[in-house]
């Protein structure tokens, strides 16, 4: 027992290294850092929508449709009255439960499928790499959009339909952490004093395959928020009454020539959303891999 004890320590004391090394490079990228600022600004706004926005985003001023910004709706309204800074704000509550909900369930449905297909090898790698390739041959967007067409859309059955089509990323990158660490020294002195599989698999090896997962969560938000946004824009996604980016959009492109606010606005949040993410996960990628950066520029 003397001998397995002196090996957790170094391995403790190897984690919470790594992880201070990478906050410490996550601290001099300005770029993700500043991103990451945008990220959770955007989220306080989504959580805190119903205490900041104007007005409910139901509300209707039907004398007032279609008019440009002023004193009383500072982003003006929409064909049916509504205050858009108002619908943004609860948008970005919905955009973001979505962007966020959609990958985690992904998350959680496929990361056990690669640690058992990783662990265990054979028949049970044999069947995971095989709906993998199933996944894979079909677009993620495709199987989403025959989901809805048979089930119809809400936000929940929009997030269960992303979260479902989006599952294998999440597997393969497991399996290959997995394959990467189960002959590992530590894991070997483990199932030599009798650890339970559970443990080993949980305990001892999630820790050291978690960072590249997180790094693969944080860089599916951006293409889920632009992948719902195409969804509602298409009428497949968020319906009436809720406030969408994505909705917005597709109520605002009928009156472009009447009012450029109605398509303005939703597009400067999805964009503004898709860059801030997607710059913060690859300062994120950098930070936990600087490997990635380097083999990048080569």
Not at 51 to 77: E, F, K
Not at 87 to 116: D, E, K
Not at 139 to 153: C, E, M, R, T, Y
Not at 271 to 294: K, M, N
């Amino acid at each position: 027992m003397t001998a397995v004890a002196g090996d957790v320590r170094p391995i403790g004391a190897r984690g919470q290294s790594f992880w201070l090394a990478a906050w410490r490079r996550l601290r001099r990228n300005k770029l993700a850092l500043v991103s990451g600022s945008v990220v959770v600004l955007i989220l306080l706004v989504a959580i805190l929508a119903p205490v900041i926005a104007p007005q409910g985003y139901q509300v209707q001023d039907l004398a007032n449709s279609l008019a440009g910004p002023s004193r009383d709706h500072l982003l003006g309204t929409d064909r049916l009255g509504r205050d858009l800074l108002s619908r943004a704000i609860f948008g970005a509550r919905t955009s973001m439960l979505v962007a966020i909900c959609a990958p985690l369930l992904g998350a959680v449905i496929g990361i056990p499928v690669g640690i058992l297909a990783g662990w265990y090898g054979r028949v049970v790698d044999f069947v995971a790499l095989r709906l993998f390739e199933i996944f894979t041959m079909v677009p993620q967007i495709l199987v989403a959009l025959l989901l809805i067409a048979l089930f119809g859309s809400s936000v929940t059955k929009l997030i269960l339909f992303l979260g479902i089509s989006s599952w294998y990323g999440f597997a393969r990158l497991a399996r290959a952490q997995y394959i990467a660490l189960r002959d590992r020294d530590f894991v070997l002195a483990a199932r030599a004093v009798g650890v339970p599989t559970w443990r080993i698999l949980i305990i001892h090896l999630l820790p050291s395959a978690i960072g590249p997962m997180i790094v693969f969560l944080v860089q599916e938000i951006p293409a889920t928020i632009f992948t719902s946004a195409g969804f509602s824009f298409l009428g497949l996604g968020i319906q009436d009454p809720l406030a969408d980016w994505g909705k917005m959009l597709n109520d605002g492109t009928q009156y472009l020539s009447v009012d450029i606010w109605t398509v303005m606005v939703p597009t400067v949040c999805i964009a503004l959303a898709t860059l801030a993410f997607s710059f913060f996960g690859d300062g994120l990628r950098d930070a936990i891999d600087p490997s990635s950066r380097q083999a990048a520029r080569r």
